[in-house]
């Protein structure tokens, strides 16, 4: 049992908590809670380690699982040390990153029908991260893509705001994030950015087609030479005086939106079909 806050394994880990350039040399993140610990694939586990207080109950839910890791029982002042919550669970681990290229996301989307993209520039709130992550995931979004200034996506705060959708939605960060613009504008893929100075409704538009929706900064928006970039500006209608919506809330309407269309679209053929069929 580690017992000790100088143990290397308790510094590795509080490391990783607090510094992405930890995180990026070592190749893993952490991942706390239970809930985490049920969604991270076991092949991508590292290593856990188990609050000495919760032990008994984690062994006798998850003691099939727990058998084929590595996993050792820290103390409980030392586990809470090691830990980013105020709350501990009483479980952690170390998880390898996940890796994606540009082709393997093409394909993926292929796979998917029409590709969903969602392109974040500059993101800096851990918590608008992992919830566009969890909504994206819900949406059937084909994968994300940010700019280098946008929040490390293993911040532990992000980790646990996706509740698990970083281990199964596709992600990368673009060195150009208009090249990236430029290259699935190419492709075929419409590209819509979300801005004050649109002229439609976000449901103006229709994205039943292969589409992305461009996000930028929580506080100054898309920069002008990456909007320009873009298909078309959209705005979402404000009663009141709210000017902007929370970046998390807005790529979520827009998400849905486009997940609307698609299924009201599929929804109408099958009708068709079956009408057809009748005939």
Same mark, same amino acid.
């Given at each position: 049992m580690i017992t000790s806050n100088g143990n290397a394994s308790v510094k590795e880990v509080i490391q990783l908590n607090q510094k992405a350039k930890a995180r990026s040399e070592s190749g893993l993140f952490v991942a706390e809670g239970v809930r985490m610990f049920e969604e991270v694939p076991v092949d991508r586990i590292e290593?856990?380690?188990?609050?000495?207080?919760a032990e008994r109950e984690l062994y006798d839910t998850y003691g099939e699982k727990l058998a084929g890791l590595s996993a050792q029982i820290v103390a409980d002042d030392v586990f809470d040390r090691m830990c980013d919550t105020r709350t501990p669970q009483g479980v952690l681990c170390l998880v390898r990153q996940f890796a994606y290229d540009a082709q393997a996301m093409g394909e993926a989307a292929k796979r998917g029908?029409?590709?969903?993209? /969602? /392109? /974040?520039?500059?993101?800096?709130?851990?918590?608008?991260?992992?919830?566009?992550?969890?909504?994206?995931?819900?949406?059937?979004?084909?994968?994300? /893509?940010?700019?280098?200034?946008?929040?490390?996506?293993?911040?532990?705060?992000?980790?646990?705001a996706t509740m698990g959708s970083v281990c199964r939605v596709p992600f990368l960060y673009a060195d150009d994030l208009c090249g990236t613009i430029r290259a699935l504008r190419e492709g075929g893929v419409g590209v819509y950015a979300a801005h004050l100075g649109g002229t439609a409704f976000y449901d103006d538009f229709d994205y039943r087609a292969g589409c992305a929706f461009l996000i930028g900064n929580e506080g100054n928006g898309l920069r002008r030479e990456t909007a320009d970039c873009a298909d078309g500006l959209l705005k979402i209608p404000m009663a009141g005086r709210v000017e902007s919506l929370n970046a998390a809330v807005a790529a979520s309407l827009l998400m849905y939106e486009a997940a609307r269309q698609r299924r009201a679209g599929i929804e109408t053929a099958a009708r068709r079909h079956e009408h057809d069929r009748r005939k």
């Amino acid at each position: 049992m580690i017992t000790s806050n100088g143990n290397a394994s308790v510094k590795e880990v509080i490391q990783l908590n607090q510094k992405a350039k930890a995180r990026s040399e070592s190749g893993l993140f952490v991942a706390e809670g239970v809930r985490m610990f049920e969604e991270v694939p076991v092949d991508r586990i590292e290593r856990v380690y188990v609050a000495k207080r919760a032990e008994r109950e984690l062994y006798d839910t998850y003691g099939e699982k727990l058998a084929g890791l590595s996993a050792q029982i820290v103390a409980d002042d030392v586990f809470d040390r090691m830990c980013d919550t105020r709350t501990p669970q009483g479980v952690l681990c170390l998880v390898r990153q996940f890796a994606y290229d540009a082709q393997a996301m093409g394909e993926a989307a292929k796979r998917g029908g029409a590709p969903l993209f /969602l /392109l /974040l520039e500059d993101l800096q709130d851990p918590g608008n991260l992992g919830t566009i992550f969890r909504t994206g995931e819900a949406a059937g979004v084909s994968g994300i /893509l940010m700019s280098r200034g946008t929040v490390d996506v293993y911040n532990p705060k992000v980790i646990r705001a996706t509740m698990g959708s970083v281990c199964r939605v596709p992600f990368l960060y673009a060195d150009d994030l208009c090249g990236t613009i430029r290259a699935l504008r190419e492709g075929g893929v419409g590209v819509y950015a979300a801005h004050l100075g649109g002229t439609a409704f976000y449901d103006d538009f229709d994205y039943r087609a292969g589409c992305a929706f461009l996000i930028g900064n929580e506080g100054n928006g898309l920069r002008r030479e990456t909007a320009d970039c873009a298909d078309g500006l959209l705005k979402i209608p404000m009663a009141g005086r709210v000017e902007s919506l929370n970046a998390a809330v807005a790529a979520s309407l827009l998400m849905y939106e486009a997940a609307r269309q698609r299924r009201a679209g599929i929804e109408t053929a099958a009708r068709r079909h079956e009408h057809d069929r009748r005939k």
